[in-house]
């Protein structure tokens, strides 16, 4: 018992003591729940934990801020985002899971489990952005595979029938990331939450804090799956079923070719500076400029100033101010494939539902040296 207890308050002072994830792993953006810390600090009675399954019966309508009622399944395919007063008004429903998304830029020194237990929307699971990703991938949280994504969205708990309202810390930044990576593995019933944690906060909705067990034990059962998959072993039982669309997700190759075709517009969704190659880039050894061809439209300008998604028409304006027009497909692209998924639901909102994301982006370009390079 003595050893038990030894091991809860340890892994309870490290979890808390931890001031940022592993950011900086030459290797790969390593997961919040490593093998090695992780393990270490839970009693081995835990270890075995499996995420399973419960029934869930088909939601109801509930009311929206405007007081129209609408269920989930009403929502407009073209519509990406929900509002922090529909969520609250179906909190409670049962096909409805909250992920909480969060990431920061290294450089930020934020821990996004650290500020999950800290505050987070009730019901909240934690998603682990750098933990479900691609483990052989020296480029940092690239898509994992069909097999290695199922196994840890279904060690989340998450099931075809779920609906999902994604958030983050910020507003709208990785969670708009979680809501692609979902669509290109065919679960279109994912929506981002307009405004984030800020914006629910704000609006004084609750928050809790010290999240159960149970939220904490599924998020590290996704990373251990992901691990498991890549290692050729057998993973627990999966309850979610991938349908991989791609034409939602560029390579390196495909963005060569269209540099030459020109068939797609290409918005990259960096700052200015850095697209004009006058600001270094946050990673070393990344040469600065951008893919010839492409436009600078920063993931900001999609975005008020309360970190919701601009209307339509404000949306349409950003963007054929900076050349990129509605009437011919779009691809984006950004540092990591992050911010590149905020244009992306921003053209969603337009009704482009097609929008392909360079997954690579410049982290993968600039890195090259048989990749163009223009600058301004």
Known sequence: MASSVLSRALFAHR????????????????????????????????????????????MTSSAVASQASFSMQSVPTNEPVVSVDWLHANLREPDVKVLDASWYMPDEQ???????????????????????????????????????????????GIENKDGLVVYDGKGIFSAARVWWMFRVFGHDRIWVLDGGLPKWRASGFDVESSASSDAIFKASAASEAIEKVYKGQRVGPVTFETRFQPHLVWTLEQVKENVEEKTYQHADARSKPRFDG??????????????????????????????????????KKRFEQEGITMDRPVITSCGTGVTACILALGLHRL??????????????????????????
């Open 15 to 58: 979890f808390l003591q931890s001031s940022s994830t592993h950011f900086h792993k030459p290797k790969f953006f390593t997961s919040i729940f490593s093998k090695r810390s992780f393990h270490s600090l839970l009693a081995p009675s835990h270890l075995s934990h499996k995420a399973s399954g419960s029934a869930y019966c088909s």
């Open 110 to 156: 934020r821990n996004p489990l650290q500020e999950y237990q800290v505050a987070h929307i009730p019901g909240a699971l934690f998603f682990d952005v750098d933990g479900i990703s691609d483990r052989i991938s020296n480029l940092p949280h690239m898509l994992p595979s069909e097999e290695a994504f199922a196994a840890a969205v279904s060690a989340l």
């Open 278 to 315: 006058v600001a270094p880039e946050p990673r070393k050894g990344i040469r600065s400029g951008h893919v010839p061809g492409s436009k600078c439209i920063p993931f900001s300008q999609m975005l008020d100033g309360s970190q919701t998604l601009l209307p339509a028409d404000e949306l």
């Open 351 to 376: 009704g482009k539902t097609d929008v392909p994301v360079y997954d690579g982006s410049w982290t993968e370009w600039g890195a090259k040296d048989d990749t163009p390079v223009a600058s301004s």
